[in-house]
């Protein structure tokens, strides 16, 4: 590195203001440029005399991801510096605070809490969409959109799954942040997305409690006990926190990766759904567990070398989808409704951890008062909800992988493209009735889905003839 | 500019021409070949044709160590290499002979290197299989990017600000960005006698614009080449790599 960053420093267009943030790795700048009017910031990594190996390399990480990845949830790159003048990454620049401000003020009241989760899970969700893995999730590396959503940051120890991992051999401690770093992390792993599932989970937790699930180790050594040490339940620090948080937390904390959510999408998922949360004897819990439990897990766990990765980001996103089923539950489409389910039940053979999200849609008429009661005094939402259930008993899925929505709608393909954009879901199975003169004109729901929903969209259809037996 | 770069064509005309076949589809500015036009293949006189009108065309060629043997009794090639030649020599005019004789053995473009084998001594033809060898290659050029053949194996090496080499795994078929604050070598994968299990013919482009390198694999029809290799009388076990890909 040839020129060091300071206030008026001019380059490549460039001109640096005021400095923002110093950090251990980089210091943060306020820049201008006369063909930019985007408000940026410039990150300049501090590169020491001499050997600076992980700063340098974890820089030359970040200018590889970062230029490949869009959307709201990451900054905007509007420029890179040649490490043969001065070595930068030129970002817009989001107003505000990172996520450290709030995690100050925690435990932050419920209402709170469940946005501010359900945006950091969106964010990550996203990112990963995008085959990065983060690696490094703590507060200080969330910013905040005026618009709300979260801004990941501070790629220097992330990995895309379709890029050479430049820090895969380089070092030999394992990199992350203390407090939030998942034990295959520990162990060496850089390639399991639900490590960075973990880090969520041990923020959330923060977040409800106000206390970190494994404290703050200051040794590396303080990092390898959550192999086997349990955080104490959430609710034994703050009773009033509902049971299905805790479930949701302490699934994301598992040790082993395979008993946690597999994707981030299923995660945000049931933070948005807690009522449909299965709790067990994990949301239940008062006290960690005993010293009995402890030992028994120490005897295994400090032999053990590592955790199974996924293949692949992209084989793991797969793996565990979101589908949505669109069942239409009238009497004369039971032989639709059955082909349906048998459409589901297969394509479960091949996705084993897929979620379903089971949808009926009630059509509302647009002007008036709904007739919601029939004459029996049976609300129709409630009884919907019941056929849901029994239509889907035969998936014989366990009740935390699926899920039963009825939504009200005058407009029933609007509300099924909606929920699957709300939910992140992969793709929507549904059925189409049959052909008929109105639906020709008029256009089907199934084809206004297959146009304008954001995912895949399959469409069962009965052979010509059986429609009518 | 895109460059698709070739090497290692041995003289397989099935697979150069699917190699060829693909490469139209995607807007390349100019072909880029690493040498060894001819050797092991069944269609030498074919293969060297297509190339010499390629570079008319403006396409660049170095010269391999095959090549090379066909106007030098080379005893650097083994026993199978030197059949193949020997088998190749009376097929070839004095045109293809003099076009083969004639390449250069390595070429500058910008900051680009072309060479068949190690860029510190070309004309030995050794082997950049390990991160040792590729310093050597890095060690005797100040170009930034080093593209070569002869392995038959892809194969992607960077090199670091403080200087160590490390071989980087990279993904078929997509773009990776061979960033500036280090220098590359790629071993481009062979178009007409793979050697890495796919039996399959190898090139890659590299965006100039966008800086970034895609290892390509091609299908292309094996059995007629094998075939071919069977009805020329060329060494049983050249078809049998063919076949396997190894």
């Given at each position: 590195?040839?020129?060091?960053?300071?206030?008026?420093?001019?380059?490549?267009?460039?001109?640096?203001?005021?400095?923002?943030?110093?950090?251990?790795?980089?210091?943060?700048?306020?820049?201008?440029?006369?063909?930019?009017?985007?408000?940026?910031?410039?990150?300049?990594?501090?590169?020491?005399?001499?050997?600076?190996?992980?700063?340098?390399?974890?820089?030359?990480?970040?200018?590889?991801?970062?230029?490949?990845?869009?959307?709201?949830?990451?900054?905007?790159?509007?420029?890179?510096?040649?490490?043969?003048?001065?070595?930068?990454?030129?970002?817009?620049?989001?107003?505000?605070?990172?996520?450290?401000?709030?995690?100050t003020r925690a435990p932050l009241p419920m209402s709170d809490l469940l946005e501010v989760m359900a945006r950091m899970a969106a964010a990550v969700h996203d990112l990963?969409?995008?085959?990065?893995?983060?690696?490094?999730?703590?507060?200080?590396?969330?910013?905040?959109?005026?618009?709300?959503?979260?801004?990941?940051?501070?790629?220097?120890?992330?990995?895309?799954?379709?890029?050479?991992?430049?820090?895969?051999?380089?070092?030999?401690?394992?990199?992350?942040?203390?407090?939030?770093?998942?034990?295959?992390?520990?162990?060496?792993?850089?390639?399991?997305?639900?490590?960075?599932?973990?880090?969520?989970?041990?923020?959330?937790?923060?977040?409800?409690?106000?206390?970190?699930?494994?404290?703050?180790?200051?040794?590396?050594?303080?990092?390898?006990?959550?192999?086997?040490?349990?955080?104490?339940?959430?609710?034994?620090?703050?009773?009033?926190?509902?049971?299905?948080?805790?479930?949701?937390?302490?699934?994301?904390?598992?040790?082993?990766?395979?008993?946690?959510?597999?994707?981030?999408?299923?995660?945000?998922?049931?933070?948005?759904?807690?009522?449909?949360?299965?709790?067990?004897?994990?949301?239940?819990?008062?006290?960690?567990?005993?010293?009995?439990?402890?030992?028994?897990?120490?005897?295994?766990?400090?032999?053990?070398?590592?955790?199974?990765?996924?293949?692949?980001?992209?084989?793991?996103?797969?793996?565990?989808?979101?589908?949505?089923?669109?069942?239409?539950?009238?009497?004369?489409?039971?032989?639709?409704?059955?082909?349906?389910?048998?459409?589901?039940?297969?394509?479960?053979?091949?996705?084993?951890?897929?979620?379903?999200?089971?949808?009926?849609?009630?059509?509302?008429?647009?002007?008036?008062?709904?007739?919601?009661?029939?004459?029996?005094?049976?609300?129709?939402?409630?009884?919907?909800?019941?056929?849901?259930?029994?239509?889907?008993?035969?998936?014989?899925?366990?009740?935390?992988?699926?899920?039963?929505?009825v939504l009200e709608n005058p407009d029933p393909g609007t509300a099924i493209i909606d929920y699957a954009g709300h939910n992140n879901v992969d793709h929507i199975l549904?059925?189409?009735?049959?052909?008929?003169?109105?639906?020709?004109?008029?256009?089907?729901?199934?084809?206004?889905?297959?146009?304008?929903?954001?995912?895949?969209?399959?469409?069962?259809?009965?052979?010509?003839?059986?429609?009518?037996? | 500019?895109?460059?698709?770069?070739?090497?290692?064509?041995?003289?397989?005309?099935?697979?150069?021409?699917?190699?060829?076949?693909?490469?139209?589809?995607?807007?390349?500015?100019?072909?880029?070949?690493?040498?060894?036009?001819?050797?092991?293949?069944?269609?030498?006189?074919?293969?060297?044709?297509?190339?010499?009108?390629?570079?008319?065309?403006?396409?660049?060629?170095?010269?391999?160590?095959?090549?090379?043997?066909?106007?030098?009794?080379?005893?650097?090639?083994?026993?199978?290499?030197?059949?193949?030649?020997?088998?190749?020599?009376?097929?070839?005019?004095?045109?293809?002979?003099?076009?083969?004789?004639?390449?250069?053995?390595?070429?500058?473009?910008?900051?680009?290197?072309?060479?068949?084998?190690?860029?510190?001594?070309?004309?030995?033809?050794?082997?950049?299989?390990?991160?040792?060898?590729?310093?050597?290659?890095?060690?005797?050029?100040?170009?930034?990017?080093?593209?070569?053949?002869?392995?038959?194996?892809?194969?992607?090496?960077?090199?670091?600000?403080?200087?160590?080499?490390?071989?980087?795994?990279?993904?078929?078929?997509?773009?990776?960005?061979?960033?500036?604050?280090?220098?590359?070598?790629?071993?481009?994968?062979?178009?007409?006698?793979?050697?890495?299990?796919?039996?399959?013919?190898?090139?890659?482009?590299?965006?100039?614009?966008?800086?970034?390198?895609?290892?390509?694999?091609?299908?292309?029809?094996?059995?007629?080449?094998?075939?071919?290799?069977?009805?020329?009388?060329?060494?049983?076990?050249?078809?049998?790599?063919?076949?396997?890909?190894?």
């Amino acid at each position: 590195m040839r020129v060091r960053p300071t206030e008026g420093l001019q380059i490549d267009g460039f001109t640096l203001g005021a400095q923002l943030h110093k950090g251990g790795f980089a210091t943060v700048w306020d820049v201008t440029h006369p063909d930019h009017t985007l408000p940026m910031v410039m990150k300049v990594p501090t590169i020491l005399d001499g050997d600076d190996a992980p700063t340098i390399v974890g820089f030359e990480v970040e200018q590889m991801i970062m230029p490949r990845l869009s959307g709201v949830h990451v900054p905007k790159v509007v420029a890179i510096g040649d490490f043969a003048v001065m070595p930068y990454i030129v970002t817009e620049r989001i107003p505000g605070d990172s996520l450290l401000a709030t995690f100050t003020r925690a435990p932050l009241p419920m209402s709170d809490l469940l946005e501010v989760m359900a945006r950091m899970a969106a964010a990550v969700h996203d990112l990963h969409r995008q085959h990065v893995l983060h690696l490094d999730l703590k507060p200080a590396n969330f910013l905040q959109r005026p618009s709300g959503e979260m801004v990941l940051v501070d790629f220097g120890l992330s990995r895309h799954d379709q890029l050479p991992d430049l820090l895969a051999e380089e070092f030999t401690i394992p990199m992350g942040t203390f407090p939030y770093i998942a034990p295959e992390q520990y162990l060496r792993s850089r390639d399991d997305p639900r490590s960075d599932l973990f880090a969520l989970g041990a923020m959330i937790y923060e977040l409800a409690t106000g206390k970190m699930p494994f404290g703050a180790p200051d040794k590396l050594k303080g990092v390898r006990k959550r192999l086997w040490r349990d955080p104490v339940p959430p609710r034994a620090l703050r009773p009033e926190l509902p049971e299905w948080l805790q479930e949701i937390i302490l699934k994301a904390l598992e040790v082993d990766p395979a008993h946690r959510y597999q994707t981030a999408a299923q995660m945000v998922f049931d933070l948005t759904h807690p009522a449909q949360v299965k709790i067990t004897a994990r949301g239940r819990k008062l006290a960690a567990d005993g010293w009995r439990t402890v030992f028994a897990r120490w005897r295994v766990m400090r032999r053990v070398k590592g955790f199974a990765a996924p293949p692949s980001l992209s084989a793991q996103m797969d793996k565990a989808p979101i589908l949505m089923v669109a069942v239409d539950l009238s009497p004369d489409m039971e032989m639709l409704a059955s082909s349906l389910l048998r459409a589901v039940q297969r394509m479960l053979v091949i996705q084993p951890d897929a979620r379903v999200a089971c949808v009926n849609v009630i059509k509302t008429a647009r002007i008036g008062i709904d007739n919601i009661t029939d004459d029996d005094g049976t609300h129709l939402h409630v009884s919907r909800l019941v056929s849901l259930r029994a239509w889907a008993d035969a998936l014989d899925l366990p009740q935390e992988r699926l899920t039963f929505t009825v939504l009200e709608n005058p407009d029933p393909g609007t509300a099924i493209i909606d929920y699957a954009g709300h939910n992140n879901v992969d793709h929507i199975l549904m059925g189409a009735r049959g052909h008929s003169s109105t639906r020709r004109y008029l256009g089907s729901v199934s084809s206004q889905v297959v146009a304008e929903a954001p995912c895949s969209v399959t469409v069962i259809r009965l052979p010509e003839g059986r429609q009518a037996a | 500019m895109r460059l698709a770069i070739l090497t290692d064509i041995h003289a397989n005309r099935e697979a150069l021409a699917a190699v060829l076949a693909d490469l139209a589809q995607r807007q390349v500015g100019r072909i880029v070949i690493l040498g060894d036009i001819v050797g092991y293949g069944p269609d030498p006189v074919w293969c060297t044709e297509k190339v010499m009108s390629l570079v008319q065309a403006g396409a660049l060629c170095i010269m391999g160590n095959h090549d090379q043997a066909i106007g030098t009794a080379d005893d650097a090639l083994n026993i199978t290499a030197r059949r193949a030649i020997n088998w190749t020599r009376p097929l070839l005019d004095d045109g293809h002979r003099a076009f083969l004789a004639g390449l250069p053995m390595t070429a500058r473009m910008e900051d680009l290197l072309f060479v068949h084998a190690s860029a510190n001594a070309p004309e030995d033809w050794i082997y950049v299989t390990n991160e040792s060898r590729a310093l050597g290659a890095f060690r005797s050029t100040d170009a930034r990017l080093i593209f070569c053949g002869h392995v038959h194996q892809p194969a992607l090496m960077s090199h670091d600000l403080s200087g160590s080499v490390r071989a980087q795994r990279f993904p078929m078929g997509l773009p990776v960005p061979l960033i500036r604050s280090r220098r590359w070598l790629a071993v481009v994968g062979s178009v007409g006698q793979a050697r890495d299990g796919v039996a399959a013919a190898g090139y890659a482009l590299f965006d100039m614009a966008q800086n970034e390198l895609t290892f390509r694999r091609v299908p292309y029809n094996v059995a007629t080449t094998v075939a071919k290799v069977r009805a020329a009388g060329l060494p049983e076990s050249l078809a049998m790599r063919l076949q396997l890909g190894a």
